[in-house]
């Protein structure tokens, strides 16, 4: 992919830049810490990278993080993994995301929405309310600083309350979205022992109701930690025997207590996607997500008390985390529980235009389907509130760019963001005051040393190499759940570059300091010793109307050789004949490279994904290598085991 862009999508205009809050957070970090008050964003970043410990003290300044006790120096020590921030400090989290309700007590916090689109809103003073009812609740049922609290919920009030009461009382919070089955569940909760556990009786997704009262009863009796259930009456059933009735736990008008904890104190765990084994348990802390969060969503997604921000998600993605952390600014946030695509593909857009979103996120497979499918945002819609749209998930296409600029506004800030569940948040993406390259993300995040590293771990710019992170961020997992001496944790990220964080991405930093994402670079391609990044395939491939889906694999030959077969999923009345099969090749050719051009291309009958909507490829790898299926996957992550069949078949037709 060309680095060498001759002009920007879009250019903030200097009202915009002035107005920003990294704007105003340069300045007055120049008055008062030293940070360079010209050169813009590029200085700042430089800065912010240079002057660790400055940068995230003049961050919790300039937000006015809360100390209930001062911290002795901002990192007692850097190395990774180990890092350890703000130590002496104590704070919550909780405490922090509900500040708004002491100024802005009957405005929406939440607004939530299901598939009828209608928004009901959740003040903030109601919010503040349940969490105190609710926190007091649990100290009641014995949870204490630590234990872990469960919830098996969709995207809705509830949700967050659960959470944020769970964060007060100092426990720690975690959940998988109600369309996971029992034995992902069960993959996730089993390591981490929750002693409560909040959920519903079932869902709403795609016009149907979904009962999963079966499910509830096995997580019941497989986790014997267990001390309570909760039961929310989604689909108005009664709470079943033994468990208590939410409305119950939230009847109560008591303020919330907020338990001081240490900046490190544990606030959730989120899962791995856990396709080649048991999910890894990442372990955050309450002092580092708020930070980061803060950086991240006050300084780079610009959000402030007069936002609405709507990102499509479900609990079991750690974008609702970071959704939930929107309150942090002061913003309402918007709660979606329902199918992206229901009653039809533009659903999105409506329930942006309907909350008067003004930083939509989704996901680059969204702002895909909706260009396939022909939808029309702005002539259908009033999307004149919407500022900013974000996309994840995947890298947004170059056609993507276009398809947004073109059908939504010209005048819209396109963030493509790329991070991880690793450290709940973004290491490049979004930045107000900088312009946008077609199929870039803008730049590294502040306080975020992001490079691209060879393999003897030699910084390359407008090259491709492994994204890696040389300094500490402070969501950085404090710790994996059951890996005692660190061993798990230190090879998932650390056993390549000693001290250095390797995330397993492919990436081009360009010498406009924009970053391109090529893809994993644990299932990347390799040919003639050339690597290339799947998603600049896939970008390739689906701009063709007859290709629903791709997933290319690249496979070492015992014999020395390689081979790379296209796997395609076709739209409903195409056929892979020779006319499609000619010009699936030609587009790579043309678009890519020669060496791009796949060996096979070969039609499925799907594609699989894990639960959070990310492409299988290692798993498919491992089955076309021979693998048991057994081995190659753990079946609980994938959302369609039965599409594995034709690739372990097909492995063994080739075997």
Known sequence: MSTANPSALWQPDPERIAQAQVTKFQAWAAEHHGAPSDGGYPALHSWSVRELDTFWKAVTEWFDVRFSTPYARVLGDRSMPGAEWFPGATLNYAEHALRAAETRTDEPALLHVDETHEATPVSWSELRRQVGSLAAELRALGVRPGDRVSGYLPNIPQAVAALLATAAVGAVWTSCAPDFGARSVLDRFQQVEPVVLFTVDGYRYGGKEHDRREVVAELRRELP???????????????????????ELTSADVAPVFEQVPFDHPLWVLYSSGTTGLPKAIVQ????????????????????????????TSTGWMMWNFLVSGLLTGATIVLYDGSPGYPDTAAQWRIAERTGATLFGTSAAYVMACRKAGVHPSRDFDLTRVQCVATTGSPLPPDGFRWLHDEVRDDLWIASVSGGTDVCSCFAGAVPTLPVYIGELQAPGLGTDLQSWDPGGK???????????????????????????????????????PGVWRHGDWITVTSRGSVVIHGRSDSTLNRQGVRMGSADIYEAVERLPEIKESLVIGIEQPDGGYWMPLFVHLAPGAALDEALLNRIKQTIREQLSPRHVPDEVIEVPGVPHTLTGKRIEVPVKRLLQGAPLEKAVNVGSVDNVELLHFYEELARKRG
């Not at 997500?289 to 959000?303: A, F, N, R, T, Y």
């Not at 997992?477 to 890996?483: L, M, S």
């Open 225 to 247: 930690t267990l001390r309570a259930v909760v039961h929310i009456p989604l689909l108005g059933t009664e709470a079943p025997e033994g468990a208590l009735d939410w409305s």
């Open 285 to 312: 802390s309450q002092g580092g997500i708020l930070v980061e969060h803060l950086k991240q969503l006050g300084l780079h997604c610009d959000l402030g008390p007069e936002d609405r921000f709507f990102w499509y």
């Open 459 to 497: 910084p390359l710019t407008d090259k491709v190499g492994e994204l890696v992170v040389t300094n500490p961020m402070p969501s950085m997992p404090i710790r994996f759940w059951n890996d005692p001496d660190g061993s798990r944790y230190h090879d998932s990220y650390f056993d390549t570059y």
